[in-house]
């Protein structure tokens, strides 16, 4: 593996061709918007592009792809855009493309496994390196090119509210509206859009809301039948995961997500005084210092305990 | 009433002596945060200045006000911060100030009832604006100003969620952060912060919420009863009134908060196809657009009909 600059990167990409840009699994905003900023950039310097991804993108997302084209070609660059792990491409990419060329990515944990990285840890969103390797490029930024940036901010920065969003953050986004991203209508179906059913899923979990430790952890225990009872997707209700966080005094939030009969997704969100990284690595997974998110195998019971476990430990360290 | 430039604002706050700066009632980031960046621009040019309004200030804005002193004098120049109209600023502090010597504000539907008048009603936020005018002073902005300015425009933008954010708006924003405003703190205690009694409020009004008109608007009815099995205060739940708007197919989101035994304070919110201001106006009311505010005498069910009536009539126009 060998660092690359923002220059470099914007150079290897320009001489690139047949490129097949690939985004983490559970596709985010940032993952989604980085891939389709970076594929309005080659399409506009005359390369073949391709976005994949090992999971559907979520319907609210569409607007990111309605002028993205599902072209066949045999790749010969393969770009990964905010993908800290190989394994968060799932296995059947990882398989198609075994040899990553370059990956743009802003996550602290990145494993290192392609054979180029441009990697800035401190940058709120992946959106805003691709931001700059696009400029560097010397690409005219268009509105679906800004479209993508800002979206990929906006998601990852809770629309500017978290702890990661910098004077960067806002000046960029400040540009893209500027560049004709249409704002409004991508904060609105992004951050301002529920259906009755999300609305009736919110209700029940909040009624199923738990306390541990002192009221220091929250936690939302989200199974299949819940779901289904309230007529809600897995992607739909991604954003649940804040929700335990923001309640006053507790200092880790949790939601147990149920993927299948065999585990659940667990999101960690802490505030300053624990670090949901080192909470997850724990137990295989990783991400940010305030967010972060592993999987565990088991019923909720066996779930909880394992997890809840490790907040003991943190929380007593912190105490 | 006369118009008032940028300059011709600095000017003459520059030139002023012992100032009060007025709230409007109920007040909210924006009236507050652009109290406390000029409160702070005075004090640093010497000047002596206080800060009033009708109703005490929430608890979470208290970062806002923990250096501003409470000082007597007599003032000699009155200034309204955010205050459209002079019912806004409340009986008793109407009857105290007669006079407003200078009113800044964004306000479309501002009454004109200052001797002179600061408005951009572009301007996403009042602080924004206020920005303008401490900088023309050539103040230099402290930590406290620029937390005063980043919660104004946070505030009234929704964390720059809502359709009146533009560049301008982030463009502060960064500056604000770099001047020093504890943007991360800010934006914890006031859009993530939820108490457990706030929280077992929202589940309350999740269950409450009633649709009409093909369900074309969501209405959210809130009582003292309610707020008291909750144990919340009226201020607590102010951002409730975002939620029925977000409902996908809603047009128009109302939100019925019982003041005392008399009647009802509503808060309109509008997707794009209704204008809220208008149908405040028809019920004595005014605001943004998107967003206004009235209120009703009368029983919830009598306030219901008031509301309902209006809004009929503004979605079969659009029909």
Redesign the interface.
Known sequence: MKNYSIEQAAQCLKQAKDVVILCHQSPDGDTMGSACAIYHALKSIGLRARVECADSFPEKFGFLFEEVQKEEFSPRFVLAVDVADEKLLGAKIREKYPRIDLCIDHHPSNTGYAEHLLLEADSAAAAEILFLVISSMGVEITPQIAAGIYTGI?TDT??????N????S??I???M??YGAP??RI??LV??????NK?AF??CA??S?EYYFE?RCALIPVTMAMMERCGVTYEEIDDIA?LP????GVEVGLTLKQRDEHGFKISVRT?ASCDASAICRKLGGGGHARAAGCAVEGTLEEAKEKILDVVQEFLEETR
């Open positions: 906006a809770g629309c500017f509210k978290f702890s969003t910098t004077p960067r806002h000046r986004a400040a540009q509206m500027e704002v409004a904060n609105e951050f301002d859009t529920k259906t009755k609305l919110e209700t909040l009624e809301l009221n804040a966080r923001q309640i006053e505030k």
